[in-house]
């Protein structure tokens, strides 16, 4: 069964660090281009940052430039996003996700290019 199990998340005061995890399971995630996206109570989705199959390129919202990180270790199948000085006005539930197609060399952060899901982790920012 192919799925993208998230990892991390919490609660977490305003300037601090936290690190989600997204693996997969029944297929190598490094084929894949994967994005992050988050969702906060009353908002829309929003595509929060993506990384290429090859790990090449990424991209990230400006909202989140300079403090997020998005990065690869295919040898655990897993893409981590590093998230530094964490504002309140982060606060949603994060998912990971997988490309439709394989092999991309490069990445989107518009949620119909992906295919697969995580099943969310709730971040939550505040003192």
């Known amino acids: 069964q192919l799925q993208l199990v998230q990892s991390g998340g919490g609660l977490v005061q305003p300037g601090g660090s936290l690190r989600l995890s997204c693996t997969a399971y029944?297929?190598?995630?490094?084929?894949?281009?994967i994005g992050w996206f988050r969702q906060a109570p009353g908002k829309e989705r929003e595509g929060v940052s993506c990384i290429s199959s090859t790990g090449v390129k990424t991209d990230y919202a400006g909202s989140v430039k300079g403090r997020f990180t998005l990065f690869r270790d295919n040898a655990k199948n897993t893409v981590y996003l590093e998230m530094n000085s964490l504002k309140p006005e982060d606060t949603a539930v994060y998912y990971c996700?997988?490309?439709?197609?394989?092999?991309?060399?490069?990445?989107?952060?518009?949620?119909?290019?992906?295919?697969?899901w995580g099943q969310g982790t709730q971040v939550t920012v505040s003192s």
């Open positions: 996700a997988s490309d439709v197609n394989p092999h991309s060399d490069s990445c989107s952060r518009d949620s119909r290019r992906y295919e697969s």
């Open positions: 029944g297929f190598t995630l490094d084929y894949y281009a």
